[in-house]
T-cell receptor, first 112, second 116 residues
Framework: DAKTTQPPSMDCAEGRAANLPCNHS???????VYWYRQIHSQGPQYIIHGLKNNETNEMASLIITEDRKSSTLILPHATLRDTAVYYC?????????????FGAGTILRVKS | DTEVTQTPKHLVMGMTNKKSLKCEQH?????MYWYKQKAKKPPELMFVYSYEKLSINESVPSRFSPECPNSSLLNLHLHALQPEDSALYLCASSPGAARALNQPQHFGDGTRLSIL
């Protein structure tokens, strides 16, 4: 399964952009990159996903490099409520289904 | 708030007990998933159901038995669990067939299971 590598933790000042990097050098051509976050005691929350083009939604932007070996999640104006574990995930095919292969995650601490 | 509802939120059971975890979604999703998450670790896939049929079993021990009685409901039956099975059990769903790579999974908040 394709694996992802993320920094274990990052700090960000409130109101500033948070840029979370992820390496996925073994990703295959049809595998999507997903980002989820998990706040303590809750289930993972979907943020965004993409295949090769950059993507933006109301929560974040996803920048994927041209060779698809890495990506960056951007939270444009971080707030204290964005403090969470952020998972970079590759979605891989597996038989008649598919699976989310979670990385170890980055703990993002947003500070005032 | 999540649209995938899991009950109970907490469960404590002995190693000889039989219990069940329940997951429900009313979004019309046709794929449903069970994950296990140990403390300070990422979730790990256990089972995938697609159109009520089991499509992936990640070599999970037989003391965990999944069931999908209809497209809205997913159960996980537990029997003779071990202390190392204590974890957060997460359910998720996604809109179409489980093979679709371009459809996000939506997670419930999980059942925190403790085995005495």
């Amino acid at each position: 399964d394709a694996k992802t590598t993320q920094p274990p933790s990052m700090d960000c000042a409130e109101g500033r952009a948070a840029n979370l990097p992820c390496n996925h050098s073994t990703i295959s051509g049809n595998e999507y990159v997903y980002w989820y976050r998990q706040i303590h005691s809750q289930g993972p929350q979907y943020i965004i996903h993409g295949l090769k083009n950059n993507e933006t939604n109301e929560m974040a932007s996803l920048i994927i490099t041209e060779d698809r070996k890495s990506s960056t999640l951007i939270l444009p104006h971080a707030t204290l409520r964005d403090t969470a574990v952020y998972y970079c995930i590759v979605r891989v095919e597996r038989g008649y289904g598919n699976k989310l292969v979670f990385g170890a995650g980055t703990i993002l601490r947003v500070k005032s | 708030d999540t649209e995938v509802t899991q009950t109970p939120k907490h469960l404590v059971m002995g190693m000889t007990n039989k219990k069940s975890l329940k997951c429900e979604q009313h979004m019309g999703h046709r794929a449903m998933y069970w994950y296990k998450q140990k403390a300070k670790k990422p979730p790990e896939l256990m089972f995938v159901y697609s159109y009520e049929k089991l499509s992936i079993n990640e070599s999970v021990p037989s003391r965990f038995s999944p069931e999908c009685p209809n497209s809205s409901l997913l159960n996980l039956h537990l029997h003779a669990l071990q202390p190392e099975d204590s974890a957060l059990y997460l359910c998720a769903s996604s809109p179409g067939a489980a093979r679709a790579l371009n459809q996000p999974q939506h997670f419930g908040d999980g059942t925190r299971l403790s085995i005495l």
